[in-house]
């Protein structure tokens, strides 16, 4: 029982003591109040969130990456200080503090789950604030926004504390990893995970804690006729790691799982060689690491090593990509 207290004066206020102190002895106790919905559980590893069907998936860890002087030099090569500050102020975001990034690429759309030290809901909240137009809101169990940012719809969840994912145009794939990460485990007929496939075990065996790792859980689409694609016209999948190496470089990993003809080192060794000696290969600095490149042929599998320079990698992507790297991190349009 609420009772809203005023001045009392005269006779009427030993009444009104009187009244007070029965109501705090007896009477019906305040109903309790209503239950707030249960804690969801933990989420575990990112990507074993993301539903199969993925074209493609990228894992990276950009703090960890951050800390090694030879990727911090690439990134401050193509990303302006000011655009990352812009980015940050925009979004709440700052990017070198996301712990763990993942973006998975379906045939309609893409998903992107990001852990860091920030309130996912503040971000969603900003990017509510952003949004030209709002389809959709809910609070719970999940806090959502869905609207329009610029020219492009996207769907904001802030999928724990720290946790936030961002979609577009995958509306089957959200409900599934919405769905995995209330549910905290996976059900017998969800359709698995995207890199839970046994074919992808000796793929990821490679991998260990390399800070960045893209995975094409399927056959690549090359065009017929070409002598890559009799190469790899048993390829399955193949997975690629970048790992810091030293003051100023990086290690690249390549593994590709199929069925690969007799004398694959030496076709796979001229497609590098052909790679390398490309306007792409001579910009990002292949063609200047072929001395360092290994192969590893086995059954079933083949391994390609190579160490890039830091500094060459830098100038070639600024080169090649500051154009597409100031749209990507630049304020969307107004639609």
Known sequence: MFIRTRRMVGSAAPMAALLLCCAACGGAAPAPPEPGPPPLPPLGPLPLLLPAGAELVLVAKPAELM???AVRRVVDAVTPPELLD???RR???????????????YETG????????????DVVRAAEQRMNSIE???????????GWLGTERRDLTALAEHVLLVTADAPLETAAVLARAERGSFAEDDGGAALEDPE??????????????????EPLALPPGLGTTTLLSGERALSATLTPSGQDGLALTVTLI????????????????????SGLGVALGIAEALETLRIQVEEGSVVLRLRLSAPAVAVGLRMLFLAEIREIVAPPEVR
């Open 200 to 217: 992808l075990g000796p793929l990821l065996a490679e991998v260990g804690d390399a800070p960045v790792l893209l995975v094409v859980p």
């Open 91 to 105: 979004t709440g975001v700052e990017p070198h503090e996301v712990e763990e990034v993942v973006f998975a690429e």
């Open 136 to 146: 959709a809101r809910s609070d719970a169990p999940f806090f959502r926004r869905s």
């Open 86 to 88: 812009a980015f940050a």
């Open 110 to 121: 893409f998903l992107l789950l990001a852990r860091g030290p920030w309130p996912a809901a």
């Open 258 to 277: 199929g069925a690969f003809p007799e004398g694959a080192e030496h076709n796979f060794r001229a497609l590098v060689d052909s790679v390398a000696n």
């Open 67 to 69: 800390s090694s002087p």
